[in-house]
């Protein structure tokens, strides 16, 4: 299984990110996928997720600022991030629900 995450970088504050997420080794059709994030001394969290069928769910921190989506065809995982926030700094990581694979994450850094 293999997890590529891209499109992260430094921004400002109320800026926009769209990362990415390339998804190979499983079937991914059948699989949710969540967003993860980890900033220096805090434990991983949720970001946001979306199920094998298009529900998407959010962590209360990101709700109307942050869209995740998925496109079958490229096995791609998206979050669009809007009115990004110094607080949203972490290195960010995609998962498939319910297995143990990570790769290796995507710097965000929102300056203020």
């Known amino acids: 299984v293999q997890l590529v995450e891209s499109g992260g970088g430094l921004v400002q504050a109320g800026g926009s990110l769209r990362l990415s997420c390339e998804v190979s080794?499983?079937?991914?059709?059948?699989?949710?996928m969540g967003w993860y994030r980890q900033a220096p001394g805090k434990q991983r969290e949720l970001v946001a997720a979306?199920?094998?069928?298009?529900?998407?769910n959010y962590g209360d921190s990101v709700k109307g600022r942050f869209t995740v989506s998925r496109d079958g065809a490229q096995r791609t995982v998206y979050l669009q991030m809007n009115s990004l926030k110094p607080e949203d700094t972490a290195v960010y990581y995609c998962?498939?629900?319910?297995?143990?694979?990570w790769g290796q994450g995507t710097q965000v850094t929102v300056s203020s």
């Open positions: 998962n498939p629900a319910g297995l143990p694979y």
């Open positions: 080794g499983i079937i991914f059709s059948r699989y949710g």
């Open positions: 979306i199920s094998s069928g298009g529900i998407t």
